[in-house]
């Protein structure tokens, strides 16, 4: 899982963006140790032992601008998680004081989804970034239901993987996303994910600036350090702030 590539992020969120020359290395690392890479769906559905999925969330614009040379560099394919609202415009999501980094457009998404070798499957981060299991039902219904349809008409291509903004989810919002015609979700999770584990529910390991050449290929052979759950907590107080703010608001966004 990663989110920015090269943009400066915040000092809460600065986990959350890897300079280009480092994703270089990262990816060359595991390609080197015979890791395939690929999109979420396409690992799903491929049963061998070395595939292992990339995933960038958020649509930073930095994608198209650094994270795709690097992909086709290593012949690795990834997915790319967008809130649809926002094409086109900047995170809104993002925690003030922060520089709200550009989102990618319709026609940016369109682009990468043209890309031979099917480099970049586009997927739906919901219609806004914000937690979907604190939304009322209907209210997450739809934004499930427009995202995928906002996506698709920008992409021409079905939409089959959805990631839930922050991470958040719940039985009930699993089933919704299934009746809306996904094919599977990811979240956060900090750990490896199971073979045979929910298609709705796939966990994801957060690779960001520290993680080394090294240090990447332990985190994919056997998961995050056990003390992580810790660091984690004290790691993102602004996603804290954002879920108090949704919980506030949650039945006024539509
Ligand atoms: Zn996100």
Redesign the pocket.
Known sequence: MFHSIGSPMPPALADLTVPPALLDEQLGALREHGWRLRGLTEALDDPAPDVLALTF??GYRDFADAAVDVLDRYDARATLYVPSDDLGGHASWMPPPADRLPVLGAADLRDLADLPERTVEIGS?GAQ?VPMDVLPRATATEHLARSKRVLEDATGRAVRSMCY??GYHAAGLRRRVAACGYDNACEIGHRLHARDGDRFAVSRVLVGPQHDPDALLDLVAHGPAPLLPAVKRAAYPAWRWVRRAARRTGRNLT
């Open positions: 969330d958020d981060h970034h903004p922050h």
